[in-house]
């Protein structure tokens, strides 16, 4: 399985990134989703996560009401629209795989088995 995440960049507070994050191998619609972010000297942490099919979406109080999570299962992609990006958004995103197929969406990176390589997003004031 590989996860290849793409979308990042710089750009200025209140603007809009969407990150994308491809897989290949792995029956990709069996597994939940997600996205988490580090800043320089803290640890990573949830931002997002999808259900198999989609249907359920969980996201981070710090995030809620700005980014939304998406996946096309036909693609084998996930997908993280980031709108009124701030500051404190800046991080190397990083997209996982659920440890396990049927398994839910949590927030604990260690219930992820395959991460993507990152893609940095730096927001500037």
């Known amino acids: 399985v590989q996860l290849q995440a793409s979308g990042g960049g710089l750009v200025q507070a209140g603007s809009s990134l969407r990150l994308s994050c491809a897989a290949s191998g792995g029956a990709f619609n069996n597994y939940a989703m997600a996205w988490f972010r580090q800043a320089p000297g803290l640890e990573r942490e949830f931002v997002a996560g999808i259900s198999r099919s989609g249907s359920s979406t969980y996201y981070a109080d710090s995030v809620k009401g700005r980014f939304t999570i998406s996946r096309d299962n036909g693609k084998n992609t996930v997908y993280l629209q980031m709108n009124s990006l701030k500051p404190e958004d800046t991080a190397v995103f990083y997209c996982?795989?659920?440890?396990?197929?049927?398994?839910?969406?949590?927030?604990?990176?260690?219930?992820?088995?395959?991460w993507g390589q990152g893609t940095q997003v730096t927001v500037s004031s």
């Open positions: 996982a795989r659920r440890r396990g197929p049927f398994a839910g969406v949590t927030s604990t990176p260690a219930h992820y088995d395959y």
